[in-house]
């Protein structure tokens, strides 16, 4: 096995091409294949991408998020879709309690929202990946791309500013 190496270089590209995206976000698997045992990518996520609210139930999956730069959110939910937990994560930050690493348990609904331009993630899920049952999306969240995305990432940046 090749010795990995993730620069600063390779981040920037990254967040340029989040930013270029329609969706506001760009990943990059790092995995070689989806049988690996660990799916690993980094994630740039801008503050105008909607990731609608999921869980890994189907194939239960703990999810770990290692915040590599800037400052995000993460919600969780109940079944009905009222907000649980907001927990934010990030690069540390003099003076501000805020985590560097979140871990979300199988069956968990939950999305995460960028409060800073050019924030990135690093994703780490057991394998092997099944790309059939990815994940569950929450019913009762709007689908990605439809009008009612903005309107629900609009009110999650609310709750945050509360």
């Given at each position: 096995?090749?010795?990995?190496?993730?620069?600063?270089?390779?981040?920037?590209e990254?967040?340029?091409?989040?930013?270029?995206?329609?969706?506001?976000?760009q990943?990059?698997?790092?995995?070689?294949?989806?049988?690996?045992?660990?799916?690993?990518?980094?994630?740039?996520?801008?503050?105008?991408?909607?990731?609608?609210?999921?869980?890994h139930?189907?194939?239960?999956?703990?999810?770990?998020?290692?915040?590599?730069?800037?400052?995000?959110?993460?919600f969780?939910?109940?079944d009905?879709?009222?907000?649980?937990?907001?927990?934010?994560?990030?690069?540390?930050?003099?003076?501000?309690?805020?985590?560097?690493?979140?871990?979300?348990?199988?069956?968990?609904?939950?999305?995460?929202?960028?409060?800073?331009?050019?924030?990135?993630?690093?994703?780490?899920?057991?394998?092997?990946?099944?790309?059939?049952?990815?994940?569950?999306?929450?019913?009762?969240?709007?689908?990605d791309?439809?009008?009612?995305?903005?309107?629900?990432?609009?009110w999650?940046?609310?709750?945050?500013?509360?």
């Open positions: 096995m090749k010795l990995k190496v993730f620069s600063s270089n390779f981040l920037d990254l967040i340029s091409d989040a930013v270029a995206s329609p969706r506001c976000r990943h990059r698997n790092i995995h070689e294949d989806y049988s690996e045992s660990v799916q690993r990518l980094f994630n740039a996520v801008e503050p105008d991408s909607y990731i609608r609210p999921h869980r139930g189907i194939i239960p999956r703990v999810e770990t998020m290692i915040a590599i730069r800037g400052l995000m959110m993460l969780t939910f109940d009905e879709g009222d907000v649980v937990n907001m927990v934010p994560f990030g690069v540390y930050r003099e003076g501000k309690d805020i985590a560097a690493v979140v871990e979300i348990p199988p069956g968990c609904w939950h999305t995460v929202i960028a409060l800073e331009p050019g924030s990135v993630m690093l994703e780490l899920k057991a394998g092997p990946f099944d790309p059939e049952h990815p994940k569950e999306m929450a019913p009762w969240a709007p689908e791309g439809s009008v009612e995305a903005m309107g629900y990432l609009r999650l940046f609310e709750l945050v500013d509360r």
